[in-house]
């Protein structure tokens, strides 16, 4: 091979290592790696950047619902201006972790900030998740700054007529803090991450999460809050229903049996999860995880007596 074109392969395989790198990198924060979707004349769905971001345009200002990663706090920000000339007024958070609260600390001081008492206590200290590990908490990076001043237990209710929001706590899923937000009027119910996707959810016993009364709460949410078409979820491109709710607490409910089975059986949660595969009835679901579906699988296992 000759210098020349030695020296061309060399080129040839640097851009495509850079262009490959440029492909797994995640997208850096900006208006223009978010978008927005309508789902009613006043409420819209921001995606990018973290958990999904509820905007709900009030007579009085926007209502975001989470904030999404570390440094995307102004881009989101700049965003809700494509949307609407009036001021964020207040940001509800439906649970602590870090792509879901993050871009509070770019708030403006007016902003009022609403959490469940459980995630307005982890907020400050949430350092890592079951099955994730370690996470950033820019709370530590930025003290005083974006935490929930104002929190409720079971539910509160915010505004009334057209602006009406109502949040309900219904026990612990994901963590043991996750709120639901209902946009009354619009019939419309965020739901975080309690139901992120179609697939197997964090069961983030680090945080207040229960992987045994996982599928209970999520059953409770579509009992309690009864006057809803559409659900906005933690992660999902599109929205979903309640009957994706249920069907959702359904396959939770199955993979956890499928863990206490192998409890009782005496084996691992290595085991369990080598064991299991998506039952054919939840077509489109995707496969877990293996790591972090051990995680839970432990936490299950950790819980049933």
């Known amino acids: 091979m000759t210098r020349i074109t030695a020296l061309g392969t060399l080129v040839l395989a ?42 709900f345009v009030t007579a009085s200002g926007v209502t975001l619902v989470d904030t999404k990663n570390p440094g995307w706090g102004q881009s989101l920000l700049d965003k809700v201006k494509t949307i609407t000339d009036k001021p964020v007024t207040r ?33 400050p200290d949430t350092t890592g998740v079951t099955g994730l590990g370690n996470t950033e908490n820019v709370f ?3 003290p005083g700054k974006g935490l929930a001043k104002r929190t ?25 803090g996750d709120a639901f937000v209902e946009f009354v009027a619009n019939r419309v119910l965020h739901v975080g991450d309690v139901f992120p996707n179609k697939g197997l959810p964090i069961m983030d016993k680090q945080n207040g999460g229960s992987g045994v009364e996982y599928a209970n709460t ?11 078409d559409t659900l ?5 491109p599109a929205q979903t229903t309640p009957a994706d709710m249920s069907q959702f607490a359904d396959y939770v409910s199955d993979f956890v049996a499928h863990v206490q089975a192998a409890k009782k059986a005496g084996k691992t949660a290595a085991d369990a999860v080598k064991e299991w595969t ?5 077509a489109g679901y995707g496969a877990p995880n293996a790591a972090r579906a051990t995680a839970y699988a432990q936490v299950i296992m950790d819980e049933t007596k």
């Open 14 to 55: 640097g851009a495509l290592t850079a262009a490959v790198a440029a492909q797994q990198a995640p997208p850096q924060p900006s208006v223009d790696n978010l978008t927005v979707e309508k789902v009613k004349d006043n409420l819209f769905v921001i995606r990018g950047g973290g958990g999904n971001t509820a905007a």
């Open 91 to 123: 940001v509800i958070n439906t649970h602590t972790h870090y792509d879901h609260v993050s871009g509070n600390v770019a708030l403006p001081a007016t902003v009022e900030i609403i959490a469940h008492a459980n995630t307005a206590k982890m907020m």
């Open 140 to 142: 530590k990076a930025n």
């Open 152 to 176: 409720f237990t079971d539910k509160m209710t915010i505004g009334s007529g057209a602006d009406q929001i109502n949040l309900y706590h219904f026990g612990p899923a994901h963590t043991g």
């Open 218 to 228: 999520v059953r409770k949410a579509l009992a309690g809050v009864k006057n809803v």
């Open 232 to 236: 906005i979820n933690g992660h999902t």
């Open 278 to 282: 998506n039952p054919a009835k939840y």
